[in-house]
């Protein structure tokens, strides 16, 4: 990794933390650190112009910081300045973040043309910006910290490091000798891969809603084959691994938005958390059909996403089968459940479920306890 990665990492890590940290606000920050999310934006935004981006939209830097738009995230999270917060504000002025001209202009520019574009948002949507910091502070209590290396010895962090290098090689490796129901066509061996564990603690119970769907197995044209395939992965990860799966529920829905919209907001949103999955496996819908709509669902009911994640399992299994390119499945977090889109076939959910379950469970259970 060259030095521009790895401080472009530390980049990424400190935006990701600060999505995470809701209940932490702006001008907070600026009046002990001197900067802000806007600032990180503007950085952004200077960034793209000094490299020659000059198309890039601050409107585009904001949601690149914030994780989602920028209006969204100050009706949902940012409450109203006191005065003591004020005052602090003023009497640090001098020690704030100065950004150039061009982006000032460039900022000004977004925010005007935001704001008369959109209504005021109402007041009811705004949370309680307490009642979210308590939440988070025990939740990182309870994770040690959302930071994954702060006040961890060095050495500890390196020895981790290096740990994952060598496995990332030997998740690489081409040995066909391995008869695990984990192993696809030697390219990928997940004998390897369950070396790591699901990053979970021992016996952790992990709750599942299964979601298929499919135009014709809602109708009963044809019985529904992917949503069995999932259960028998979990079923086989569980006799393998000292993690237990409990299946809250499984419903077959037609390839409507409005309708899987509904189900996935129904079992995120549930209050009670015995009856509240902590992950969400959606099989089918995730092809270039018109019909296909599963990943546009899923992009409007979460909170956060985890894109990558389906997109590295989706580019290996490429390697097997290069059409699974055409898969557009995605993932995210709708507050404390962790949204996984597979493929519709049996096969492909196997393999892609296969390869992707040791971090799921990891993600499930980072996920719900974040609440």
Same mark, same amino acid.
């Given at each position: 990794?060259?030095?521009?990665? $790895? ?25 002990? $650190? *001197? ?27 904001? #949601? ?12 949902? %999270? ?26 000032? $202009?460039?900022? #000004? ?16 949507? #705004? ?9 988070? #502070? ?43 129901? %984990? ?7 997940? *004998? ?16 599942? $809603? ?77 092809? %270039? ?50 949204? %996984? ?31």
């Amino acid at each position: 990794m060259s030095t521009i990665e $790895a401080q472009a990492f530390a980049f990424r890590q400190l935006v990701a933390h600060m999505q995470q940290r809701t209940d932490v606000q702006n001008i907070d920050q600026m009046n002990l $650190a *001197g900067f802000c999310r806007n600032c990180m934006a503007k950085w952004l935004f200077l960034g793209n112009l000094k490299n020659g981006s000059h198309n890039v939209d601050y409107n585009h830097c904001l #949601k690149e910081i914030y994780g989602m738009e920028y209006s969204q995230w100050k009706s949902k %999270f940012q409450s109203k300045a006191s005065e003591e917060q004020m005052k602090r504000y003023k009497e640090t002025k001098a020690l704030h973040a100065v950004h150039p001209k061009e982006v000032e $202009a460039a900022a #000004k520019a977004s925010k005007k043309k935001a704001s008369s574009s959109r209504n005021k948002p109402s007041m009811e949507k #705004k949370k309680s910006t307490t009642s979210t910091a308590t939440s988070l #502070k025990n939740s990182a209590g309870a994770s040690n910290s959302l930071s994954d290396v702060c006040c961890r010895p060095l050495e500890e962090i390196a020895a981790e490091a290096k740990a994952k290098a060598e496995s990332k090689t030997n998740l690489t490796s081409t040995d066909t000798s391995s008869t695990s129901p %984990f192993s696809l066509g030697g390219t990928f061996n997940l *004998g390897e891969l369950s070396k790591l564990g699901p990053g979970v603690p021992e016996n952790t119970e992990i709750r599942v $809603a299964i979601l298929t769907v499919s135009d014709r197995a809602a109708s009963s044209v044809y019985e529904d084959q992917s949503g069995p395939a999932i259960e028998k992965i979990l079923c086989e990860f569980e006799e393998s691994k000292k993690v237990k799966f409990e299946i809250i529920s499984r419903k077959i829905v037609a390839d409507d938005l409005k309708s899987i919209c509904k189900i996935l907001e129904d079992w995120a949103d549930e209050i009670d958390t015995k009856t509240r999955p902590d992950l969400v496996l959606t099989t089918g819908g995730t092809g %270039f059909s018109r019909r296909d709509v599963t990943p546009e669902a899923t992009k409007a009911v979460i909170d956060r996403s985890s894109f990558d994640l389906a997109t590295a399992v989706n580019l290996h299994i490429a390697s097997l089968e290069p059409f699974s390119l055409l898969s557009r499945a995605i993932a995210g977090i709708r507050k404390c459940t962790f949204i %996984f889109n597979l493929p519709g076939r049996p096969k492909a959910v196997a393999e892609n479920l296969s390869i992707a379950l040791p971090i799921l469970c990891r993600a499930a259970y980072d996920a719900s306890r974040t609440r």
